[in-house]
């Protein structure tokens, strides 16, 4: 391949089935966010607001904040009352009755859902307060983080040649505020769309120069769209050749396209 963009190396290593796993809760979006996907999140989307960002921790399997976070990043909610639980050597508050069982040690009353609380306590954490408490400061915030899905997976469907990066449109889907406004024509964000665990380019002339997509095969993804393969579907052949179906002078893939994996011979 001629004169090659000079993110596409970036591009093809860009490891597009590796799902993003949000851990911090952003007061403003009131939603969890992936600071990977989108980094200076405050900064960025939300200049000049209160805007806090929470860390999330799984702890056994669900999901706490520590007890130092509530104190300095609350979101202004009142956390009294709630219990905390020590575990592994830190203070959690679980966000719901769920907790690791060795941390029930010393606790002999009952929260109004039948969780096990210390006696200076009223609630096993904010779930239930919130539930029980439909009023106050922040407290439809602190409902939102509760009922917040943590196990939910999202993928990396974009891709920044400015960043030279990869992200999830979910987490930040006005990449575009992240670069000056100087910058706005000398890149795009390509979309990303994934099919039977390969990433494909859909629209590729509307998205990349000739260079890379021309002679490519094209094949139509599920949505009815025409894209091109981003890398190779086959694995090599014993002998190391690349046993694909490159016919009348085309790539199966952009991959194989920078390499020069050519059967017909055209450039």
Same mark, same amino acid.
């Given at each position: 391949?001629?004169?090659?963009?000079?993110?596409?190396?970036?591009?093809?290593?860009?490891?597009? @089935?590796?799902?993003?796993?949000?851990?911090?809760?952003?007061?403003?979006?009131?939603?969890?966010?992936?600071?990977?996907?989108?980094?200076?999140?405050?900064?960025?989307?939300? +200049?000049?607001?209160? @805007?806090?960002?929470?860390?999330?921790?799984?702890?056994?399997?669900?999901? @706490?904040?520590?007890? &130092?976070?509530?104190?300095?990043?609350?979101?202004?909610?009142?956390?009294?009352?709630?219990?905390?639980?020590?575990?592994?050597?830190?203070?959690?508050?679980?966000?719901?009755?769920?907790?690791?069982?060795?941390?029930?040690?010393?606790?002999?009353?009952?929260?109004?859902?039948?969780?096990?609380?210390?006696?200076?306590?009223?609630?096993?954490?904010?779930?239930?307060?919130?539930?029980?408490?439909?009023?106050?400061?922040?407290?439809?915030?602190?409902?939102?983080?509760?009922?917040?899905?943590?196990?939910?997976?999202?993928?990396?469907?974009?891709?920044?040649?400015?960043?030279?990066?990869? /992200?999830?449109?979910?987490?930040?889907?006005?990449?575009?505020?992240?670069?000056?406004?100087?910058?706005?024509?000398?890149?795009?964000?390509?979309?990303?769309?994934?099919?039977?665990? /390969?990433? /494909?380019?859909?629209? +590729?002339?509307?998205?990349? +120069?000739?260079?890379?997509?021309? &002679?490519?095969?094209?094949?139509?993804?599920?949505?009815?769209?025409?894209?091109?393969?981003?890398?190779?579907?086959?694995?090599?052949?014993?002998?190391?050749?690349?046993?694909?179906?490159?016919?009348?002078?085309?790539?199966?893939?952009?991959?194989?396209?920078?390499?020069?994996?050519?059967?017909?011979?055209?450039?």
């Amino acid at each position: 391949m001629d004169n090659p963009p000079p993110y596409l190396d970036h591009l093809l290593a860009e490891d597009f @089935a590796m799902p993003c796993i949000p851990r911090v809760f952003c007061s403003v979006c009131a939603t969890l966010i992936c600071l990977d996907c989108c980094p200076d999140h405050t900064a960025v989307h939300h +200049p000049g607001t209160n @805007a806090v960002l929470v860390e999330v921790v799984m702890v056994e399997g669900f999901p @706490a904040l520590t007890h &130092r976070s509530v104190r300095t990043t609350g979101m202004g909610y009142d956390w009294n009352h709630i219990q905390r639980v020590k575990y592994d050597g830190n203070t959690w508050v679980m966000l719901r009755r769920d907790r690791p069982k060795k941390s029930m040690c010393g606790m002999h009353e009952k929260c109004p859902c039948g969780c096990r609380i210390s006696p200076k306590n009223t609630f096993c954490s904010p779930s239930c307060k919130v539930a029980a408490i439909q009023r106050g400061r922040s407290w439809q915030l602190v409902q939102s983080l509760v009922n917040t899905n943590f196990n939910q997976l999202h993928w990396r469907d974009s891709y920044c040649t400015a960043c030279r990066r990869s /992200f999830s449109s979910h987490h930040c889907l006005n990449h575009i505020s992240h670069h000056p406004v100087e910058q706005e024509v000398n890149f795009v964000v390509v979309e990303i769309l994934m099919k039977e665990g /390969f990433p /494909f380019i859909p629209d +590729p002339d509307e998205q990349l +120069p000739e260079v890379i997509c021309a &002679r490519v095969t094209r094949v139509i993804v599920g949505d009815g769209r025409s894209a091109i393969p981003l890398r190779t579907q086959v694995l090599p052949s014993a002998n190391n050749a690349h046993n694909c179906t490159c016919i009348m002078g085309e790539w199966c893939s952009v991959f194989c396209k920078r390499n020069g994996a050519l059967v017909a011979g055209a450039n």
